[in-house]
């Protein structure tokens, strides 16, 4: 038994994560991203094509940059008018679902994967992310495991969500703390 500290580290590398047919949906998403990459900025339906023909479900005129890593499309959701900019990592070995109009901005990490830590195999848990409708996940935040950020709120830059944000809130800091409630300007 290979042991460090109580971890048994055997037991997890000898631990199916994934079914066979996830597997070959990897190895296909493998090659399907390589494409999904050379798209040019400006070309965001094809990439929306390339997302929807492995699984994911893609709002009319989501914006998603070529540079994004998206793990595994099946698991994603995105409302219209939604965009995931340059360098966004997107680790949805969990369902990440993005509502409407919400930005999921450069160089952000959505985390819907994560390990048991309490059990020495340190087994793999994938609970959902929820971004819901109108919400600014700013430059560089981290949005952790099993978390819902609520509608109209925005996670400042390079801000730690491991907790819920209220709707309408704005949160900065790590961890993410609350700083203010969002007031939207009336256009006139």
Not at 34 to 56: E, S
Not at 105 to 128: E, K, R, V, Y
Not at 171 to 186: C, D, H, M, S
Request: net charge positive; charged share 20%.
């Amino acid at each position: 038994m290979d042991q460090v500290s109580g971890l048994d580290i055997s037991e997890n590398r000898k631990a199916q994560k994934y079914s066979p047919v996830i597997q070959i949906r990897r190895v296909l998403w493998g090659f399907g991203k390589v494409v999904f990459r050379l798209i040019p900025r400006p070309f965001y339906a094809p990439r929306r094509m390339i997302l929807r023909v492995f699984g994911a479900r893609v709002g009319h005129h989501a914006n998603i940059a070529n540079t994004a890593t998206i793990y595994f499309p099946w698991n994603l959701e995105i409302g219209d008018w939604s965009s995931i900019g340059e360098r966004a990592m997107i680790y949805n070995l969990g369902k990440v679902t993005i509502g409407e109009r919400a930005t999921v901005s450069q160089g952000a990490h959505l985390c819907a994967g994560t390990h048991d830590f309490s059990d020495p195999a340190t087994p793999l848990l994938t609970p959902p992310i929820t971004i819901e409708s109108q919400v600014w996940v700013c430059a560089d935040a981290f949005i952790g495991p099993n978390v819902t950020v609520g509608e109209g709120a925005v996670v400042g830059a390079r801000a730690v969500a491991v907790k819920n944000v209220e709707a309408w809130s704005v949160v900065a800091g790590n961890p993410a703390e609350f700083i203010k409630t969002r007031e939207l300007k009336q256009v006139n």
